[in-house]
């Protein structure tokens, strides 16, 4: 199939910024040099209508102003070229509008930015030619923002010399998507991409290079890629591939192309798994998230939870946190987000339960108080915290763990400590 390559310019900031940082991959936004991606798989979401990306897998869009733009950005939200050296720069990026709550609030610092998101593959093909990818981690390594990278490519090895630089100045993450551990499989599914075991074994040279990374095992395909077998052989070679983490996600279908295009593929490799599917993504979500009452979503989560405690490897990100802001702080809101992460996937708890978790983690991260210099009076009722989720505060402040937490991940892979990363 042909592929045409167009040169545009960006509509609109490179640079998307979160008013938080986002509790999966921990990142305070993202940067796309591309839209489009020839890759291709057939369940991308970058499909979707909302897009408005025609042609995903064979129109590809390059945005060839982008690292100049996205210097323009970082030198507008207050940094320099210089920020290693300076402090002050740690506090960059304003948050948007957060709830006011009786102690004072704080400047967003600088957490990890996603280099890619949900509308291309940094290294597809595309980026062996125009290397847009690369002036981009360039102008991190220039103002010293961390990153991380999520890719199917072994391109991303071309810019180790880059990625090693950013992680001595700050943090950088390189980690691969793998749904599948049939290769036969995966080729229905991503035709265009490279081979799993070639990205496991991609992921073994990045952290032979001390470089930070693991394996995104998204998105689980429902009757295909939820079997016990898939998962524990996606965590095995994870373990062997010295991951840091196996962070397990469900699929999501969202109404018109992607869920057309994914369903066709259905209907022509798994007939017999039709049914299943139309029962799952009946609602038409537009997020595409299927039907609250899909218990394998929850069955999955198990399961890799299962394997991964079995292997002695996290199935959440560890979390990296800049230098200059209030580090237990941080701490608790990790700790906050990781538990309602685990209620909600691993004990099956209602959402709403696990709502004011969540919450509660978002205001106490915009905190510039010290939380372990406050009384604990203060702490509960300027942050209007309930009962479940101030005791969890108030052990963390005490002890730097969670009991709670201690159930399902060990405490040492909550926060990433440089000076213990394992040069291998």
Known sequence: MEIRYQAVESRSKILNRYSHPDPWFWVSGSVNPYRGCEHNCTYCDGKAEWYRIKNFGTHIRVKEDASIKYEKELTKNGLNPEFRKRKDNLEGFLPQAAKKTKIKQLRKPIFPIAVGGGVCDVYQPAEKKFKITRKILE???DFGVPVMVLTKSTLVLRDLDLLTEINRLSYANVSF???????KTKKIFEPRSQSSTQRFQALKTVRKNNLHGGIVFMPILPGIGDSEENIKQIVQKSKEAQAEFVLPGG??????RNK??????IQKYFPDLVSLYQDLYSNDNKYGNPNPSYKDVINVCKLSHKYCRKVGIPDRVPRYIPPGVPQKNFLVSTILHNLAYYYQWVDEKHWRSVLPFTKAAKVIELLSSDLSEMKNELIRRGLKLPRKVFSVVSEVLETGKSSDLMKYQDPEN???????????
């Open 260 to 265: 057309q295009e994914f369903f066709d593929v």
């Open 251 to 256: 699929l999501t279908l969202k109404p018109g």
């Open 139 to 141: 102008k991190n390594r």
């Open 177 to 183: 998507s793998i749904s599948l551990n049939d290769e």
């Open 414 to 424: 909550v926060l990433l400590n440089k000076e213990k990363v394992t040069v291998f």
